[in-house]
């Protein structure tokens, strides 16, 4: 910060008592060395705990009160700066204080302003910020006088930070007041105060954007000041002000382009701010000038510019390898830097470009082979890796001894990172698979912890899938592993991985000692997983099923449940049937739905199973519908799991929405309802009768349940009914009514209509009315007025719109990528539409319920860098359509400035036509 000499800044530490009047450099030195000793031990010179460690709340509140001793305030303000410390240091440490407490120190804080020791103000601006928060905006506004008074003073020290501090506590209301005085201070000649007031409209705007926006003029003249901390913040709050606006941040970067900045970090702004306006249009008529100027920057004279040029080029989309080359020169020359932190940035940043660029980044391979050795373990990993990915294939058996010597010296983290690496080479270089699986191996047989063995497992599980030729080695590496291996959850993994890939290799039978020893020897959760294993084997290798059987026979005397159950199961299905094909789909194969989804299933059907006409299978369930809970109320993994937990213990019991449907005669032959909708309102809710409808899917029918409510206690309706008029005759015909007698006040009683279905449920629009008679009663007791019959009443109704989405039940898969790959191309049908959203969150919601399906894999939540980077999202989602037809959804959806958002929608089911409909819901 720059002062004027001889003002009160210039005078920095010094106070009014007689230790005050000491220098400046002396008393700085004296306090360093007392300090030292304090915190030293003397007899082994150990750092001792901070001395504020050990405070008590209730003491250094009561020790506070000293604020309010006028004496103390003037002659000892070094005392009242050490109080403040130890609040300052309980607010860090999450001490909490009651209202009364914050209200009391605040107002003691006050008091301090009848000092005039500098110190002793900017600890006071410090504690106003941090408590600020928590205190009573009330009690807030007290001190915005004393802080409004500060920021008119000459001195430019209380000027800067009692503006700072204003634009932290200041209500937008009050803003007004002292508008003026911010925007003097963007112009004011001293940097200092300037760079605050810019700070404080930096903070402002997120609160008063409108505010803030009138400013423009000073805030563009603050750019070209002299002062290189002014012109940053300055073109950061001018690009906050104007970057809604394109054609205006075009502007500005080409006027800033020309060299009037002298700021390298406002430089570095400029460079950001340019090359997001190529990523967003690569054709305009700017682009090349813009491209030009970050070419430019490569020559700058600061390496801060130099290193932000050379990141921008080499980020941008679709960029040719002539126009990245000056940019990887600039970032080779960095390789050889004395400072780690620029070592570090340029070979983070050729990492990234060698995923696209390899060649390009491959003429710094003798720069990157140097720094293999280099002490900082940070660089050396990313030297490596980069190295494995732009090495040729006759450079591989060269790094890999590299590799073996680096491992030991480096921590997992790092050489989790090394692994995905190497499992990148081997995929770019299959015929060099058995080196590297071998070294791969060779690391998960030696220390090291869960992480990196399990990245070491998911890179040859995956080598497994990529590379067929490495399938029985890998697996016997797999099997020499588990045999000494501390982490359960691994060899669960890898018996899995040795059940499903073992059978169909040449030699079974080699794999089956690995398994059965861990039948014998490890945990219940291994053993049942072993047993799992060998199930497998038995199913689908008919030779050795006799032997298999008999060592499954061992486990059904196991202590766990689970592992004889398992033990049970497959002897019983390896006995009972004789049919390879009906084995591997008992054994092997995984069940066409979720657990959850089964149970649920199943409690719906049990008080209906006495009446099934048909036998139970997976496809006569009933369907249930889950639950969707919103993104903005789920909760961090942990508390996930826990809830998984919680839920599991206490089921919740399955309400069946139909239930009142089964009961009417008439419906008796409908069968059991599909699914049924969410209410429908049909009129308002501060009406005198409120009306609500739920639609009821059956197979060929729709039940509409009307609930009506009476408002009024002195009528009571009676033979109430709903008349529905279709508006297409040729989807759906009325088949019956079914009216209520008795509607009384206060209390909703339903009425139905049945509908059938004439064709394939397109969408369509219905016309409602209701129709009853009214009959006066006793508002106090509700009897009929003797000798009154009352009179007829139609009451008109919003239209009810039928969707095809009405005909969908959520339901999720298990393995929504081997569902989509089962159902094939057969049934697929591919869309493309033009959304008008301006947020991709907005659009997943409004295709989600478009669709009227279940977002699957967690796609229905978008991660930051996609929003940000404005990349295409994939949103997955699962159904059942009626009649028990799955249907899958992948959608890509992407942000475009000129359309909107982008929606590519791939649509699969068995039936094509069901395909079509879904896809057609978009609208």
């Not at 606006?245 to 970090?265: F, H």
Request: net charge negative; aromatic share 6%; with cysteine.
């Amino acid at each position: 910060m720059s002062m004027k000499p001889g003002s009160r800044g210039a005078n920095f530490g010094r106070g009014n008592d007689e230790e005050g009047q000491k220098p400046l450099a002396a008393t700085l030195l004296q306090e360093f060395q007392n300090l030292r000793e304090k915190l030293k031990n003397e007899d082994d010179g150990e750092v001792k705990e901070s001395p504020y460690q050990h405070l008590e709340k209730a003491t250094v509140l009561q020790e506070s009160r000293i604020f309010h001793d006028a004496t103390v305030v003037t002659q000892n303000p070094r005392r009242c700066c050490q109080m403040i410390t130890k609040l300052l240091f309980l607010l860090v440490k999450g001490e909490t204080f009651s209202s009364a407490e914050v209200t009391e120190v605040f107002f003691g804080v006050t008091k301090l302003f009848q000092s005039d020791d500098v110190n002793l103000r900017r600890m006071m601006y410090l504690f106003i910020k941090d408590i600020a928060d928590t205190c009573n905006p009330d009690d807030v506004i007290i001190v915005t006088s004393s802080l409004t008074k500060d920021m008119n003073t000459g001195e430019d020290l209380y000027r800067a930070n009692s503006m700072r501090v204003l634009a932290k506590i200041i209500d937008s209301t009050m803003l007004g007041a002292i508008e003026r005085y911010l925007k003097q201070a963007i112009v004011d000649r001293n940097a200092f105060v300037a760079s605050s007031a810019l700070m404080a409209g930096a903070r402002l705007f997120k609160t008063s954007p409108e505010v803030v926006r009138r400013w423009v003029n000073e805030v563009q003249e603050a750019v070209n000041s002299s002062s290189e901390m002014v012109q940053y913040h300055a073109l950061s709050l001018l690009y906050k002000i104007k970057q809604h606006d394109r054609l205006a941040v075009s502007k500005i970067v080409q006027q800033l382009s020309k060299g009037s900045l002298r700021s390298p970090l406002a430089t570095c702004l400029l460079i950001r701010y340019t090359s997001t306006l190529i990523r967003e249009d690569l054709n305009s008529t700017n682009a090349k000038a813009s491209y030009q100027f970050l070419e430019t920057c490569l020559r700058h004279k600061s390496e801060m510019v130099i290193f932000e040029a050379a990141k921008a080029i080499c980020a941008l989309p679709g960029v040719e390898k002539n126009d990245i080359s000056p940019a990887i020169t600039v970032l080779q020359l960095f390789l050889s830097s004395p400072k780690p932190a620029l070592r570090f940035a340029a070979m983070r940043t050729l990492s990234e470009v060698a995923v696209n660029h390899p060649i390009s980044v491959s003429k710094c391979n003798e720069d990157m082979e140097t720094l293999v050795s280099d002490s900082n373990r940070s660089i050396a990993t990313l030297a490596l890796t980069t190295l494995l990915k732009t090495g040729t294939e006759g450079s591989i058996e060269r790094l890999m001894k590299q590799i073996s010597a680096f491992m030991a010296e480096i921590g997992d983290e790092f050489k989790i990172v090394v692994v995905k690496a190497i499992r990148e080479l081997c995929i770019k270089y299959p015929k060099k698979h058995r080196l590297m699986v071998g070294f791969l191996a060779t690391f998960l047989r030696e220390e090291g912890g869960y992480e990196f063995k399990k990245s070491i497992v998911d890179s040859i599980v995956e080598m497994m899938t990529t590379i067929p030729e490495t399938k029985e080695t890998s697996l016997l590496h797999l099997c020499e592993f588990i045999e000494d291996c501390e982490f359960s959850e691994l060899i669960v993994q890898i018996m899995h991985v040795i059940g499903e890939t073992g059978p169909g290799t040449s030699s079974p039978a080699r794999y089956i000692r690995f398994v059965f020893n861990r039948m014998i020897l490890e945990n219940a959760v291994v053993r049942a997983a072993a047993v799992s294993s060998i199930g497998a084997f038995a199913a689908r290798v008919p030779e050795l099923r006799p032997s298999l059987i008999s060592l499954l026979s061992r486990s059904l005397a196991d202590e766990d449940d689970e592992v004889r159950d398992r033990a049970v199961l497959m002897i019983n299905a390896l006995k009972m049937s004789s049919d390879d094909a009906e084995l591997k789909y008992l054994i092997a194969e995984p069940l066409p739905m979720q657990f959850g989804q089964l149970e649920r299933s199943l409690m719906v059907l049990a008080p209906h199973i006495g009446v099934m006409n048909q036998p139970l299978t997976f496809m006569s369930l009933p369907v249930v519908e889950e639950t969707h809970v919103p993104s903005n109320v789920r909760s961090s993994s942990a508390a996930g799991k826990k809830a998984v937990v919680e839920a599991d213990a206490a089921p919740v019991e399955q309400v069946d929405p139909a239930a009142e449907v089964y009961k009417v005669a008439q419906f008796s032959q409908l069968g059991r309802a599909f699914r049924s909708s969410a209410e429908v309102k049909l009129t308002e809710t501060e009406m005198e009768y409120v009306v609500t409808c739920v639609k009821h899917i059956f197979s060929e029918h729709v039940v509409l349940q009307f609930y009506v409510l009476n408002t009024l206690d002195d009528q009571q309706l009676q033979n109430v009914r709903v008349n529905v008029e279709v508006g297409d005759e040729e989807l759906f015909s009325v088949e019956s009514v079914v009216p209520v007698s008795v509607a009384k006040y206060g209390e909703r009683a339903s009425c139905f209509v049945c509908l059938r279905r004439l064709a394939e449920p397109l969408p369509t629009t219905m016309n409602c009315e209701l129709q009853f008679r009214i009959v006066n009663v006793d508002p106090n007791t509700g009897q009929v007025e003797s000798g009154k019959k009352g009179f007829d009443e139609d009451f008109p109704l919003e239209n009810l719109e039928m969707t095809t989405a009405d005909f969908m039940a959520k339901v999720s898969v298990g393995d929504f990528r081997r569902s989509w790959e089962s159902l094939g191309t057969e049934g697929e049908v591919l869309e493309k539409f033009a959304l008008q959203f301006k947020k991709l969150e907005d659009a997943i919601v409004a295709v989600t319920d478009f669709l009227g399906m279940q977002a699957v894999d967690g796609t229905a939540v978008v991660p930051s860098e996609v929003i940000s980077l404005k990349k295409p999202h994939v949103l997955h989602l699962s159904g059942v359509f009626v009649g028990n037809v799955s249907v899958l959804v992948r959608a890509q959806l992407q942000v475009d400035d000129a359309t909107g958002v982008v929606l590519k929608l791939a649509v699969r089911s068995p039936s094509k036509d069901v395909s079509q409909l879904v896809a057609e819901c978009i609208r």
